[in-house]
């Protein structure tokens, strides 16, 4: 059997765990590969809403489906616990169905404060990270500092992070990051808690799990967090978060061969959004930014900041689609476009230096006022006018949404396998799986 992946070909926040959630029920397994609590998938169905940051959106799925967390994540143990122990009241069973890898990397209580102080020091030119340690726990795993879930098993695991965090101490000093010692050592209690209470999930080889799963003819399907342009090799670097959100972070994340990698989900939004810094080239600071804002409730499920929004843009959506050999689209939120008499969509940019590109370029420049950006070259279509949050299949559909779909079909070259018109479960109109 191949493992199937769904990721994201934005900049985040596409929907990833509402489908997730959808097509659990399909799969024998679900894995998240990479990123940590920075990630906030969020899944709606009888009336309540969950938002899960490092738990697999596959957890409230019927039947006997088991939730991966690979190699490739990042784990918080007091968040994971929160997050753990809210499932477990709301009556998920999750000491059955969670495994956790060995070789996963932990975010101690000084990653989130390198975290801090390194935004701090960018000033102005900050990433604006989500604050949750992320950037400083990749570079200790990097650079072979890494403390790993596997430690915690052994007896000199005490002496392993005190001899890291003292590390960590000695840089945030020379960073002159004020530390309130006796709120650390707090911290670290908790900490040291929730490492306990992780064990009690028992830890797993998860590679050897994954690999002997799919050799028994079990379905996986692997959960992308971030999106492709915020990929530490592909994104708006160094505008981007710290790991391989494309698909080839599943095959490292989990331990799973390129040659098993089966149907490739690419997820967008009819429009784009970003949270934090960087380019955006199809950004909107007008009117029409702030109404998709607000029919979209486009605010951060994790730190609630407001996320930028802008039109639908081509050049990167296609560009996403390469480098994860996307099989599949998944077109989310369509339902927020229902109002507008015209859609646009960016199909070119014009660059600083007056070349038109529709393969996205090494650099789009950046928005800081004064620097130049690639200007978006649009298409104009026709609105659908049209409330489709009702629609529960494809036949139920106005013309100029489906013309809509079409265009994009054809602009990128693989076919939308998958629309959704709400935050809700049923709210999805499954076309070809
Ligand atoms: P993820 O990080 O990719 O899982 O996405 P988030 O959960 O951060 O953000 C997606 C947001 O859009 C969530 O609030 C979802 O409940 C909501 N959502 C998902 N699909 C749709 C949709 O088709 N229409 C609308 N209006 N909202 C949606
Ligand atoms: P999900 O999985 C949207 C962004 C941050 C920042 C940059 C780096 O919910 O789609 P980090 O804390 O990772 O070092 O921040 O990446 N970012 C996200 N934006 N959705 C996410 O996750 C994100 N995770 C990180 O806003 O710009
Ligand atoms: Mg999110």
Known sequence: MKADLLLGLQWGDEGKGKIVDVLAPSYNIVARFQGGPNA????????????????????????????????????????????AEQLEADGVDLHSILKISKKAHLIMPTHRLLDAAGERAMGSGKIGTTGKGIGPTYTDKISRHGLR????????????????????????????????????????????????????FGLTDTEHYINKALNDEKSVLCEGAQGTMLDVDFGSY???????????????????APGRIGKVYGIFKAYCTRVGSGPFPTELFDETGATIRNIGHEYGAVTGRERRCG???LVALRYAVMINGATHLIMMKSDVLDGFDTIKV????????????SDFPYSVGDNAEGAGIAEPIYDELPGWKTD???????????????NYVAYIEKQV?????????GPDREETIIRNL
């Open 388 to 402: 489709l949050s009702k629609a529960r299949s494809e036949a139920e559909l106005p013309e100029a949404f489906r």
């Open 311 to 313: 039109w639908l843009d």
């Open 346 to 357: 960016a199909t070119a940019y014009r660059m600083p230096d007056g070349t038109v590109t």
């Open 149 to 200: 879930v596997g430690d915690t098993l052994r007896d000199d695991f005490k002496a392993r992070y005190e001899a890291a965090r003292d590390a960590h101490l000695r840089r945030l000093e020379g960073m002159r990051a004020e530390i309130d010692n006796e709120k650390l050592a707090e911290t670290e209690k908790e900490w040291f808690d929730a490492i306990d209470y992780i064990r009690t």
């Open 413 to 421: 070259g693989v076919p939308v396998a998958v629309i959704s018109v």
């Open 238 to 256: 160094p505008f981007v978060t710290s790991s391989n959100t494309v698909a080839a972070g599943a095959c490292t994340g989990l331990g799973i």
């Open 40 to 83: 906030g998938h969020t899944l709606e169905f009888d009336g309540h809403k969950h938002v899960l940051r490092s738990i697999p959106s596959g957890v409230f799925a019927k039947g006997a489906i088991t939730n991966v967390i690979g190699n490739g994540v990042v784990l918080d143990p007091v968040l994971f616990r929160g997050e």
